[in-house]
């Protein structure tokens, strides 16, 4: 893994628009809510710097900000932020997450 790089990134898609979400807040906390780093995605709607580059093994969560993103575009959205709880199991590997989003609907997985 690159020093540069946190052990947890994520990458936003905004599928209504077909861009990427640019400047949507991500937080990263740990299973007892506890923030462990926060971050706004770029102009490619990625977030590479997200917390250390290294994580022990345990549940995690990222938030992303979906309702502050949508409001500032002037749309309506269901959802005011989406919550992903994923498990790191293996420290050694690391964790992508992509989000693709529209105002009514996401999806997500295990990204490389």
């Not at 936003?12 to 740990?30: E, H, N």
């Not at 022990?56 to 749309?75: C, D, E, V």
């Given at each position: 893994m690159s020093d540069l790089?946190?052990?947890?990134?994520?990458?936003?898609?905004?599928?209504?628009?077909?861009?990427?979400?640019?400047?949507?807040?991500?937080?990263?906390?740990?299973?007892?809510?506890?923030?462990?780093?926060q971050s706004v995605t770029d102009d490619q709607g990625r977030v590479s710097s997200l917390g250390p580059t290294?994580?022990?093994?345990?549940?995690?969560?990222?938030?992303?900000?979906?309702?502050?993103?949508?409001?500032?575009?002037?749309?309506?959205?269901?959802?005011p932020e989406v919550l992903v709880t994923f498990e790191i199991t293996a420290p050694d590997q690391h964790y992508h997450i992509p989000l693709l989003l529209s105002p009514f609907a996401f999806t997500t997985y295990r990204g490389s």
């Open positions: 790089r946190s052990h947890v990134t994520a990458h936003v898609l905004d599928a209504a628009r077909g861009i990427p979400a640019q400047t949507l807040s991500i937080t990263l906390s740990d299973s007892d809510g506890n923030a462990l780093a290294e994580l022990p093994s345990g549940t995690y969560r990222l938030t992303f900000a979906t309702g502050a993103y949508f409001a500032a575009q002037h749309t309506e959205c269901f959802h």
